[in-house]
């Protein structure tokens, strides 16, 4: 991959490129010391990847990444000095659609020390991301009886880059009484799932939680995928967890979740797929609209990435194609005459 690196310190650049170096299949094309600079570097030169810092003067990470989606979209990561500790404005950044985030990796003398593998092994993952096509389970995968009884109802939502932001839209749209349960898989590393729940609760009337293995969904209540792992439907009630297929790219994987909605759910179900890079959840939004589901997918003109409903509606996976902001009165309208 081409990667720009923004970053105003120089011991952190160093050591971003001391790590990169020994992926001799990336190269680092420009280097930025602050987000004006970058958003400059990608207009003049659009790499496959920027590795973003948050805190820089000029135009800060966040608001550096928002202008380059707009302007010269491609895969921006977060690389901070702690994510944890900057979770509120990684989500911002995710938002406007940094893909994922890790921590600046820290070198010191002698081997390569762990944080410097978790950052290779993050990028390692974003091109394949950027790159590649992957598996793509149908409802087959799974085995289980499918029995319509109108009186479950689930909305299940999968989103990626830009999906924080777009979350909030449709959860902070949904009223207290919504009478469906609703699962959310986005992707997210596991260290800072627990952070997106709490952080997408602030503007939601629903309560918003990582999903247990075992859990139920139910109706008025948000579960959102918390691990690296897939989340599906293990029986006609309950979620769990699993690392199969170990060679899927997206981690979790929303094609596995909506192919497991259509071969577990034993009702209703809504399927929607908001903005993001890639395909992950096409093909899986495709099966449960040919189970006969209702399913919607986020319009160009508001997907802060137009990629994975794109793939969905080049397949005719969606039965709507709707701006954001209308998702979640849709969502409201679906459920209110059912009984």
Request: hydrophobic share 45%; proline share 6%.
């Amino acid at each position: 991959m081409k990667i720009g690196i923004v970053n105003e310190s120089s011991i952190a650049l160093e050591s971003l490129r001391r790590v990169l170096a020994l992926r001799p299949d990336h190269a680092v094309i420009w280097t930025a010391r602050d987000g004006a600079q970058a958003v400059a570097l990608c207009a003049q030169q659009t790499p496959d990847l920027v590795l973003m810092d948050l805190t820089m003067p000029g135009r800060d990470g966040v608001e550096a990444t928002r202008q380059i989606m707009a302007a010269t979209p491609c895969a921006v990561l977060i690389v901070t000095a702690s994510v944890v500790a900057n979770a509120a404005r990684v989500f911002d950044a995710m938002g406007y659609g940094a893909i994922d985030a890790v921590d600046t990796p820290v070198l010191g003398p002698g081997d390569l020390p762990e944080s410097a593998a978790a950052f290779l092994r993050k990028i390692d993952t974003v091109a394949k991301l950027v790159g590649t096509r992957r598996f793509i389970p149908s409802a087959d995968t799974f085995s289980d009886t499918w029995i319509i009884t109108r009186r479950e109802r689930l909305v299940a939502i999968g989103a990626s880059a830009g999906g924080p932001a777009a979350l909030t839209a449709v959860l902070s749209g949904l009223p207290k009484n919504f009478p469906a349960a609703v699962v959310i898989v986005q992707h997210v590393d596991v260290q800072f799932a627990k952070g997106l729940a709490d952080w997408l609760s602030r503007d939601s009337a629903l309560p918003v939680r990582m999903a247990k293995e075992g859990d139920r969904p139910t109706p008025g209540s948000v579960l959102l995928a918390g691990t690296n792992d897939h989340l599906r439907f293990i029986s006609k009630e309950r979620i769990g967890y699993t690392s199969e297929p170990r060679d899927q790219i997206y981690r979790p994987s929303v094609d596995v979740f909506f192919a497991s909605v259509c071969a577990h759910w034993p009702g209703e179900a809504v399927g929607v797929l908001l903005t993001g890079m890639g395909r992950d959840g096409a093909q899986g939004l495709k099966t449960l609209r040919d189970k006969g589901h209702y399913t919607i997918a986020q319009d160009q003109a508001t997907s802060t990435v137009y990629g994975m409903p794109k793939a969905a509606a080049s397949l005719g996976a969606a039965v709507d194609i709707l701006p954001l902001e209308r998702i979640a009165p849709r969502l409201v309208d679906t459920f209110r005459h059912k009984i």
